[in-house]
């Protein structure tokens, strides 16, 4: 593996959904110059992905206060309630700074209403009792990084590097590199060139989405493998709460489309879910669950799905929105008609049938409301950040809400420590260069694909929505053994991005076991049927994992 240039910029990002290049856009209008890295397209990522919308008090009769208490509510007890309300009361300014970058929210009238109750069409998702959620038709996540992307392109002082994947983070006091546990860049691989890359910056900022392909089944776009997470973890940052993986109740099944979300947003516009039952009658089963039924929150409903499907034996169950007409169907939410009348669906007659999946890390890298991770010189925003917001449960649409706000507020941190920072900056002449040692070409490359399959299975079967002492034990023994499989393979071979992300999702995968066996108790999106109830006594206590660094 050969080693290219060293590369100087004021910042690096890694990641390219909503909080990176949300951070990236305000660090280079302060005249910053920005690096981005991301693995694959700028726009592939987890916000392209988002239906929904993004949830945010605009409307009359809404408060703070309420939104507050419906994310406390779904958090179940482990929110940061200081955090909570420090994001949502910035919500309105992060989304008119949007708006003003280019996104462009569906209107009122662009439906076709009259009324003047608000400028933008509000819609209502599971575990709010406010419509407050704005969104752009269903491709809201899609709108928005477009107008990121554009707005980031159009900038001089930041410089894209796409299809370039990071591989660990450098942190002085290691490896020869003088001074002490400040991060100051990464080694980064050029997948094209294929050598490896080392970037020098004042700061750098981890905003690489998800760890969906930690399981078999997830909503998550290939590129969310936990590499934030994972990076951090190694560098010695905390990591909290990662038991909480949160699981999309409603992921179209369907064996072409298996990855295809059906957005929240439906069962706020009314849509119920159903099953069938002994008669073969699609019947309605969430009354039995929760009191805000089909509107419940996501982990209730999740376990709810799973609990109808083990117990009926059926492949799926249903979410039924044939009251809708085609033509409303079509205006509110035209990407999801026509996904769903693609693949053999018309949800105007039919139920859509739906299952569970893998969707959101409600913990990560544990950080304030500025992103700062305890380690000096290194920022953790997006979904790879635990920032007390969302709990043992997000609540629908707070996700892009985060994003938007902390990739500001992280932004504004960095730019107030950027001389301290700066007065310390590691020089090329000072970076240590990255080195292959004796490791060679593989030829054996079923082992990467052979291990990544194994993890995602057992993580899916032992570590999913229904955990038990006995499963996360038997995962515990399974992921010990292929972790030193692993390790000892990237020793020995030259990297590629798939062994990369094999060695991230193999941590992450630990972590999140990790975390499970040590929560006593079933809260929010972890449930343990060896302690099925909530402990009062860890309200908001989270579980911490460091890396000893010794």
């Not at 662009?110 to 406010?130: F, P, V």
């Not at 294929?194 to 998800?210: D, E, I, P």
């Not at 299975?457 to 515990?476: C, H, P, Q, S």
Request: proline fraction near 3%.
């Amino acid at each position: 593996m050969k080693t290219s240039e060293t590369l100087e910029f004021d910042h690096l990002v890694i990641g390219s959904g909503l909080a990176g290049l949300r951070s990236a856009l305000s660090l280079a209008a302060a005249g910053r110059s920005v690096a981005v890295i991301t693995k694959r397209a700028i726009d592939e990522c987890n916000t392209r992905c988002a239906q929904g919308g993004i949830a945010c008090v605009t409307a009359i009769g809404d408060t703070f206060d309420e939104h507050v208490q419906d994310t406390l509510t779904a958090g179940a007890g482990l929110c940061n309630v200081k955090a909570v309300r420090a994001i949502v009361e910035a919500g309105p300014a992060a989304v008119k700074e949007l708006i003003e970058i280019g996104t462009k929210f569906t209107t009122r009238g662009e439906l076709g209403y009259t009324d003047a109750q608000s400028e933008y069409d509000l819609g209502r998702e599971g575990g709010h009792h406010k419509r407050r959620i704005l969104h752009a038709g269903d491709i809201t996540g899609a709108e928005i990084e477009r107008a990121l992307v554009e707005a980031c392109r159009a900038c001089s002082n930041i410089h894209i590097f796409e299809n370039h994947t990071a591989i660990d983070l450098i942190i002085s006091g290691r490896g020869g590199l003088p001074g002490k546990n400040r991060c100051c860049g990464a080694y980064v691989l050029s997948d094209q060139e294929k050598t490896v890359k080392t970037f020098l910056s004042v700061s750098v900022t981890l905003a690489c989405g998800g760890i969906g392909k930690v399981y078999l089944y997830t909503s998550n776009p290939d590129v969310a493998c936990g590499s934030g997470v994972a990076m951090g973890y190694r560098a010695g940052a905390k990591v909290a709460n990662m038991e909480f993986v949160q699981f999309h109740p409603t992921i179209l099944y369907h064996p072409t489309e298996r990855s295809f979300l059906i957005s929240e947003a439906l069962r706020g516009e009314g849509a119920v879910l159903k099953c069938r039952n002994n008669r073969g009658e699609l019947v309605e089963f969430m009354h039995k669950y929760h009191p805000m039924k089909s509107l419940a929150p996501r982990d209730v409903v999740a376990r709810a799905i799973d609990n109808e499907m083990k117990r009926s034996g059926e492949e799926c169950v249903f979410l039924d929105i044939t009251h809708l007409s085609e033509k409303q169907l079509k205006l509110r939410f035209p990407n999801i008609y026509q996904r769903c009348f693609d693949a053999g669906i018309d949800m105007a007659k039919e139920p859509i049938p739906v299952v569970p999946a893998a969707h959101f890390l409600c913990g990560g890298i544990q950080t304030d409301v500025q992103g700062y991770t305890g380690i000096p010189g290194l920022y953790a925003v997006g979904e790879c950040a635990c920032t007390g917001l969302h709990g043992a449960n997000r609540l629908a649409s707070n996700s892009l809400l985060e994003a938007a706000v902390l990739g500001e507020a992280s932004s504004r941190a960095i730019c107030e420590n950027y001389a301290a920072l700066a007065a310390e900056r590691i020089r090329p002449a000072d970076a240590p260069v990255w080195t292959s040692g004796n490791a060679t070409d593989s030829d054996e490359r079923v082992v990467c694909s052979h291990n990544w399959d194994e993890i995602r299975r057992f993580m899916w079967d032992y570590v999913g929505i229904y955990r038990t002492n006995k499963r996360l034990e038997r995962a515990k023994a399974r992921i010990k053994l292929l972790r030193k499989e692993i390790e000892k393979y990237y020793w020995d071979f030259l990297i590629t991005q798939d062994l990369i992300e094999l060695r991230n999702i193999a941590l992450v995968a630990e972590l999140i076991i990790d975390s499970s066996l040590k929560r006593k108790e079933s809260r929010g999106l972890h449930y343990n049927a060896d302690y099925p109830c909530r402990d009062q006594e860890l309200d908001g206590v989270d579980t911490i994992l460091q890396r000893d660094m010794e």
